[in-house]
C-alpha cells in the first residue's frame, strides 16, 4: 500500500484544504483561469505546452482580440494569425490552433465531452480535461508535470519517476484520486489552482521547502533525509 492510501483521512483532508485555500488566495493569476468560455479554456492550454505563461498571456490576449470565437479563427489566414501569435513561437504549432478551430465549428463549438475534446487535433487529455473543469465544472483533475511532481513529493514522501507521462502514472492516478475524492468540480478547481501555485514558486526541481505553506504536512519535507537549509 502506498503512503498515500495509508494517509489518515485527516491528513489528507488538511491537505486538500490548505491547497485550496491557497488556490483561492493566490490562484487564478492568468485570465484563462478565469475565462469560463471553453474556446478560451482551450486557446490557453494549447499555446502553454510549449510555451511560458508570461509569455502565453500575452498572446493570448491578441489572439483573442483579433479572433474571439472559434469561428473566427476558423477563417483566419496563417500569415495574420502568425502576425498577431509570433511571439509563442513554433509557426507550425500555432498556425494548428487555426485546423482546431475548424474541427470545433464542425463538431458545433466546444463540446462537454472528453472523447468529443480528444476527437480535435493535437488536443490530448491535459487539454481536455482542463476545458471540462473550468468551463464545463465537470469533476476531473488534469495531471501533468507539475501535479505529478507536487502530488507525489507531498503524498508520498518522493520525487516522481523520470520522464513518466502523468496520464500513464497508475500511482499518480491513485494519489489524485485519494485526495480529490467527494470534492465537488468548484473545490477542485481551488486545490488544482493552489497545486500550481506550490509548484511554480516553491516545489521546484530543488523544492523550497522552508517558504511552503505544506511544509508541516508534506511527507517529503517531513522526512528526516531532506536536507536541512531546504527544510
Ligand atoms: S514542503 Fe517542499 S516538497 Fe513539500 S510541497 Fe512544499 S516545496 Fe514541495
Redesign the pocket.
Given at each position: 500500500m502506498s503512503p498515500a492510501t495509508c494517509m489518515r483521512p485527516e491528513d489528507r483532508s488538511r491537505i486538500a484544504a490548505s491547497l485550496a485555500a491557497l488556490g483561492i488566495e493566490r490562484g487564478y493569476s492568468y485570465p484563462w483561469h478565469r475565462a469560463e468560455e471553453p474556446f478560451r479554456v482551450l486557446l490557453a492550454e494549447y499555446l502553454l505546452r510549449r510555451t511560458t505563461r508570461k509569455v502565453v498571456a500575452r498572446v493570448y490576449e491578441r489572439v483573442l482580440s483579433r479572433y474571439p470565437s472559434a469561428a473566427a479563427l476558423a477563417t483566419a489566414r496563417d500569415e495574420d494569425l502568425w502576425a498577431v501569435a509570433r511571439e509563442a513561437g513554433l509557426r507550425r504549432r500555432t498556425l494548428q490552433l487555426i485546423e482546431i478551430a475548424r474541427q470545433i465549428v464542425q463538431q458545433g463549438g466546444v463540446q462537454p465531452s472528453r472523447e468529443r475534446l480528444l476527437d480535435l487535433p493535437f488536443v490530448g487529455p491535459y487539454i481536455a480535461d482542463a476545458v471540462l473543469l473550468y468551463s464545463f465544472n465537470e469533476r476531473v483533475f488534469p495531471l501533468d508535470n507539475n501535479v505529478q511532481?507536487?502530488l507525489y513529493?507531498?503524498m508520498q514522501g518522493t520525487h516522481p519517476p523520470k520522464s513518466m507521462d502523468p496520464y500513464r502514472d497508475k500511482a499518480l492516478e491513485q494519489i489524485a484520486d485519494v485526495l480529490t475524492k467527494n470534492l465537488d468540480a468548484v473545490r477542485l478547481r481551488h486545490l488544482h489552482q493552489g497545486i500550481l501555485v506550490?509548484a511554480w514558486e516553491?516545489?521546484r526541481a530543488a523544492?523550497?521547502?522552508r517558504?511552503?505553506?505544506?511544509?508541516t504536512l508534506?511527507?517529503?519535507?517531513t522526512q528526516s533525509d531532506?536536507p536541512a537549509s531546504?527544510r
Amino acid at each position: 500500500m502506498s503512503p498515500a492510501t495509508c494517509m489518515r483521512p485527516e491528513d489528507r483532508s488538511r491537505i486538500a484544504a490548505s491547497l485550496a485555500a491557497l488556490g483561492i488566495e493566490r490562484g487564478y493569476s492568468y485570465p484563462w483561469h478565469r475565462a469560463e468560455e471553453p474556446f478560451r479554456v482551450l486557446l490557453a492550454e494549447y499555446l502553454l505546452r510549449r510555451t511560458t505563461r508570461k509569455v502565453v498571456a500575452r498572446v493570448y490576449e491578441r489572439v483573442l482580440s483579433r479572433y474571439p470565437s472559434a469561428a473566427a479563427l476558423a477563417t483566419a489566414r496563417d500569415e495574420d494569425l502568425w502576425a498577431v501569435a509570433r511571439e509563442a513561437g513554433l509557426r507550425r504549432r500555432t498556425l494548428q490552433l487555426i485546423e482546431i478551430a475548424r474541427q470545433i465549428v464542425q463538431q458545433g463549438g466546444v463540446q462537454p465531452s472528453r472523447e468529443r475534446l480528444l476527437d480535435l487535433p493535437f488536443v490530448g487529455p491535459y487539454i481536455a480535461d482542463a476545458v471540462l473543469l473550468y468551463s464545463f465544472n465537470e469533476r476531473v483533475f488534469p495531471l501533468d508535470n507539475n501535479v505529478q511532481r507536487v502530488l507525489y513529493r507531498v503524498m508520498q514522501g518522493t520525487h516522481p519517476p523520470k520522464s513518466m507521462d502523468p496520464y500513464r502514472d497508475k500511482a499518480l492516478e491513485q494519489i489524485a484520486d485519494v485526495l480529490t475524492k467527494n470534492l465537488d468540480a468548484v473545490r477542485l478547481r481551488h486545490l488544482h489552482q493552489g497545486i500550481l501555485v506550490v509548484a511554480w514558486e516553491v516545489c521546484r526541481a530543488a523544492p523550497i521547502c522552508r517558504a511552503c505553506t505544506l511544509r508541516t504536512l508534506c511527507l517529503y519535507s517531513t522526512q528526516s533525509d531532506v536536507p536541512a537549509s531546504l527544510r
